[in-house]
């Protein structure tokens, strides 16, 4: 499948592209949004930072008209050694494109689909140690209960987590579509919206890679990157990652912690506005033509 980059046009608005400015393309992928990005640009540069390798090839062939960019395998939380090694300090935008790509998902050996089969992976580094793979066959109950409901927020967490346990005795869980075939037997029919193994899915891909806690960190540094006027753009696709940068992006507005009645005593000082009150989604035109896009959220926020 054809890698459609998610709400093209209005990261691109939202980034106030200078001509001759630096951006931060977080989550290369296949350089769609990039490549967006470089077309506006005349004596500014483009960084692009993918930790995952089969990225970094489709993003050099799809960028590779280019000469204005760095190229640059890492995970995303590494932004304060990526730019001190290149003698940068600020710069003029930094924007995320989170969850998995399409060729990611359509890339059985990866482990990420529950429809295709594939040994258990979900490692976006493929040099990370942990995989699905050692969770879901070494991990207790208790540990693997409470990741499928707090990274999937899984109603039926406690019954999938019991059948995985229970399966895993008799042979090794090795393979996605095992997974799949256990949680669907875990839920209820009565409850199986869309696919079963959705959720659970999530939460172990989201666990194995700590999605949640790097991109918190790295929007704490992202900020402290942005000259004034600059801003971060976050397009997410579940409800978990919208909350952090939801959150962190009202932080980062008002940091004053004092009691509303009070004078404040904290001397927080606010590093900028969030752009967009109301959340940003894709139009009916692209939610018709790009499968992907349906729960993407876009949030803005400038520097001051």
């Given at each position: 499948m054809e890698h459609i980059s998610v709400l093209l046009n209005e990261l691109i608005d939202s980034l106030n592209i200078k001509k001759d400015g630096t951006y931060i393309d977080m989550t290369l992928c296949g350089g769609g949004h990039a490549k967006e990005v470089l077309k506006r640009l005349e004596g500014g540069l483009l960084i692009g930072i993918d930790?995952?390798?089969?990225?970094?090839?489709?993003?050099?062939?799809?960028?590779?008209d280019f000469t204005n960019k760095k190229i640059i395998k890492s995970?995303?939380?590494?932004?304060n050694e990526i730019l001190a090694n290149l003698n940068i300090d600020l710069v003029d935008g930094i924007y995320f494109d989170?969850?998995?790509?399409?060729?990611?998902?359509?890339?059985?050996?990866?482990?990420?689909?529950?429809?295709?089969?594939?040994?258990?992976?979900?490692?976006?580094?493929r040099e990370?140690?942990?995989?699905?793979?050692?969770?879901?066959?070494?991990?207790?109950?208790?540990?693997?209960?409470?990741?499928?409901?707090?990274?999937?927020?899984e109603r039926f967490a406690k019954s999938i987590a019991r059948r995985i346990v229970e399966e895993r005795?008799?042979?090794k869980i090795t393979k996605t579509t095992q997974l799949s075939e256990i949680i669907k037997f875990a839920i209820p029919r009565k409850f199986q919206d869309k696919h079963p193994a959705k959720r659970t899915f999530q939460a172990?891909?989201?666990?194995?890679?700590?999605?949640?806690?790097?991109?918190?960190?790295?929007?704490?540094?992202?900020?402290?990157?942005?000259?004034?006027?600059?801003?971060?753009s976050v397009i997410s696709f579940h409800s978990l990652e919208d909350r952090?940068?939801?959150?962190?992006?009202?932080?980062?507005e008002n940091p004053c912690t004092c009691p509303k009645n009070m004078p404040c005593v904290c001397h927080k000082v606010s590093k900028g506005k969030i752009i967009n009150k109301k959340v940003i989604i894709p139009s009916?035109?692209?939610?018709?033509?790009?499968?992907?896009?349906?729960?993407?959220?876009?949030?803005?926020?400038?520097?001051?």
């Open positions: 930790q995952d390798d089969y990225a970094i090839e489709r993003a050099e062939e799809n960028l590779k995970n995303f939380e590494n932004i989170l969850g998995v790509s399409s060729f990611q998902f359509d890339d059985k050996e990866r482990g990420f689909s529950y429809n295709k089969e594939a040994v258990l992976d979900m490692r976006m580094d990370r140690e942990l995989s699905a793979l050692k969770v879901v066959n070494e991990f207790s109950y208790e540990d693997i209960e409470e990741i499928i409901y707090k990274y999937g927020e005795e008799k042979n172990l891909r989201i666990y194995v890679n700590d999605e949640l806690n790097v991109l918190e960190k790295s929007l704490d540094k992202s900020v402290e990157h942005l000259k004034k006027g600059g801003r971060i952090i940068v939801k959150n962190k992006f009202k932080e980062y009916e035109e692209e939610l018709l033509n790009n499968n992907r896009a349906h729960s993407a959220k876009l949030r803005i926020f400038e520097r001051i």
